[in-house]
């Protein structure tokens, strides 16, 4: 992975959700990254993650990348 994008800031709209919330949203957006295999809610993730995107991407323009590793993301 790109180091630069690890490092890359969390979205300011982010802060709109508390944090229970923000690790719903890591969690869709790691799963639709590195395990798109269909469990349970499989739908609900790919959404979740796909209107983040497209926040990052209006938000913050179409250059910046936010990217979710899995150190980054705690489901417990």
Do not use: C
């Amino acid at each position: 992975m790109d180091e630069q994008k690890a490092n890359t800031p969390r979205p300011t709209w982010l802060e709109e959700f508390d944090a229970r919330e923000q690790k719903s949203i890591d969690h869709a957006r790691l799963y639709v990254a590195q395990y798109d295999h269909g469990d349970p809610g499989h739908m609900h993730l790919k959404v979740i993650a796909k209107l983040a995107a497209i926040l990052d991407r209006e938000l913050l323009g179409s250059k910046t990348e936010y990217v979710i590793t899995r150190t980054m993301v705690d489901i417990s």
